[in-house]
T-cell receptor, first 112, second 118 residues
Framework: AQSVTQLDSQVPVFEEAPVELRCNYS??????LFWYVQYPNQGLQLLLK??????LVKGINGFEAEFNKSQTSFHLRKPSVHISDTAEYFC??????????FGDGTTLTVKP | EAGVAQSPRYKIIEKRQSVAFWCNPI?????LYWYQQILGQGPKLLIQ????????DSQLPKDRFSAERLKGVDSTLKIQPAKLEDSAVYLC????????????????FGPGTRLTVT
């Protein structure tokens, strides 16, 4: 079975500052990794995914994530955040297309 | 293209009552998922359909939850009887198959139905 741990439940940051949201996973087999964003009263939207190849993955809205197999991590980063990035962020892992196991989320709050 | 549609958006019921949620996926998406998202937690997969067949329902509490996708398009999820711990947001998502030229790893989510059981 797979599991996901998002190390920070809340991350406050000032506008235009860099941010890192941390995600560790556990699995005995190779996995695919995802980051989703959820705005209030909306469904989840895929930010980026790692399937194979380059360990640095670029996504929408200026976000990127790096897959580190030895550390079993998939941290999400953005060099300069905006107020509009305030949302809930979920890391997820799967071993095949379909069933994903999600972390409990990180609330990113961007302050002016 | 239209997104994943869900109704109702909100529902309040008393425990032991029954409730049903409806989902219409993106046109042409063969795979449909129902997730339960309890406040403060990530979504948990309840059931996955491919066309009208069940791929995974290992986390569906089958004594009270049921789901169907009879014509391989829209789907309903039912709870009967509801318990207090069923209070959650129920999310529907869909994805396409690689055989149809789509990305099976990209799931598109609807806005969800917020269920409150009192």
């Amino acid at each position: 079975a797979q599991s996901v741990t998002q190390l920070d439940s809340q991350v406050p940051v000032f506008e235009e500052a860099p941010v890192e949201l941390r995600c560790n996973y556990s699995s005995s087999v190779s996995v695919y990794l995802f980051w989703y964003v959820q705005y209030p009263n909306q469904g989840l939207q895929l930010l980026l995914k790692y399937l194979s190849g380059s360990t640095l993955v670029k996504g929408i809205n200026g976000f990127e994530a790096e897959f580190n197999k030895s550390q079993t991590s998939f941290h999400l980063r953005k060099p300069s955040v905006h107020i509009s990035d305030t949302a809930e962020y979920f890391c997820a892992v799967s071993v095949y297309a379909g069933k994903s196991t999600f972390g409990d989320g990180t609330t990113l709050t961007v302050k002016p | 293209e239209a997104g994943v549609a869900q109704s109702p958006r909100y529902k309040i019921i008393e425990k032991r009552q029954s409730v049903a949620f409806w989902c219409n996926p993106i046109s042409g998406h063969a795979t449909l998922y129902w997730y339960q998202q309890i406040l403060g937690q990530g979504p948990k997969l309840l059931i996955q359909f491919q066309n009208n067949g069940v791929v995974d329902d290992s986390q569906l509490p089958k004594d009270r939850f049921s789901a169907e996708r009879l014509k391989g398009v829209d789907s309903t999820l039912k709870i009967q009887p509801a318990k207090l711990e069923d209070s959650a947001v129920y999310l529907c998502a869909s994805s396409s198959l690689s055989s149809s030229g789509g990305d099976p790893y990209e799931q598109y989510f609807g806005p969800g139905t917020r269920l409150t059981v009192t």
